[in-house]
T-cell receptor, first 113, second 115 residues
Framework: DADVTQTPRNRITKTGKRIMLECSQT?????MYWYRQDPGLGLRLIYY???????NKGEISDGYSVSRQAQAKFSLSLESAIPNQTALYFC????????????FGPGTRLTVL | AQSVAQPEDQVNVAEGNPLTVKCTYS??????LFWYVQYPNRGLQFLLK??????LVKGSYGFEAEFNKSQTSFHLKKPSALVSDSALYFC?????????????FGTGTRLKVLA
């Protein structure tokens, strides 16, 4: 979905390096999310944000941090990457309201050596 | 705690045959249920949702899903499978009881449609 973009699309890095994954959206949604996808585990929530001043930890936030620079931008950082953070990372957005679906970016494939 | 389960890691079906991808849920209160599809090297795409109303929900690409409250299930169906339906399918439930409105995803089911 071109309305939600992620950069980079692929990244290979080394253990201990700091990495930032960026997400931008043009859908005008307040809510943004970061997930990681691992085979057999589905999608797990890392962080979510309901607006610029509201950021919340998900189920697997250890080792990650986020920044909501604007309504349209939500970045995920790995302060010191480790191999078990090798995964596919997705950003998603949704509008307000409990009955609304999410819109996903194309994903970033991160490999930590 | 809210949860969803997708009991099958993979489903194989012949092209032209009906397909079913299973999902069961556990929620307190009324469930808000979703199905998404993920094609290779792509993000998840929304297929359909059940919020309230008719138990049979119709969605994109000819898919539909049947909500069954007594069996706590929300199975995805299609009358006639296409090879292009081969993808990874995720069921999700929205947690509306804790106030967080987080989405909780199943582990995914890989659908393989054989020509």
């Amino acid at each position: 979905d071109a309305d939600v973009t992620q950069t980079p699309r692929n990244r290979i890095t080394k253990t201990g390096k700091r990495i930032m994954l960026e997400c931008s959206q043009t859908k005008g949604h307040d809510r943004m999310y970061w997930y990681r996808q691992d085979p057999g585990l589905g999608l797990r929530l890392i962080y979510y944000s309901f607006d610029v001043k509201d950021i919340n930890k998900g189920e697997i936030s250890d080792g990650y941090s986020v920044s909501r620079q604007a309504q349209a931008k939500f970045s995920l950082s790995l302060e010191s990457a480790i191999p078990n953070q090798t995964a596919l990372y997705f950003c998603a957005t949704s509008p307000w309201g409990p009955d609304n679906e999410q819109f996903f970016g194309p994903g970033t494939r991160l490999t930590v050596l | 705690a809210q949860s969803v389960a997708q009991p099958e890691d993979q489903v194989n079906v012949a092209e032209g045959n009906p397909l079913t991808v299973k999902c069961t849920y556990s929620v307190s209160g009324n469930p808000y249920l979703f199905w998404y599809v993920q094609y290779p090297n792509r993000g998840l795409q929304f297929l359909l949702k059940y919020i309230t109303g008719d138990n049979l929900v119709k969605g994109s690409y000819g898919f539909e899903a049947e909500f069954n409250k007594s069996q706590t299930s929300f199975h995805l169906k299609k009358p006639s499978a296409l090879v292009s339906d081969s993808a990874l399918y995720f069921c999700a439930v929205r947690d509306i009881t804790s106030g967080t409105y987080k989405y909780i995803f199943g582990t995914g089911t890989r659908l393989k449609v054989l020509a």
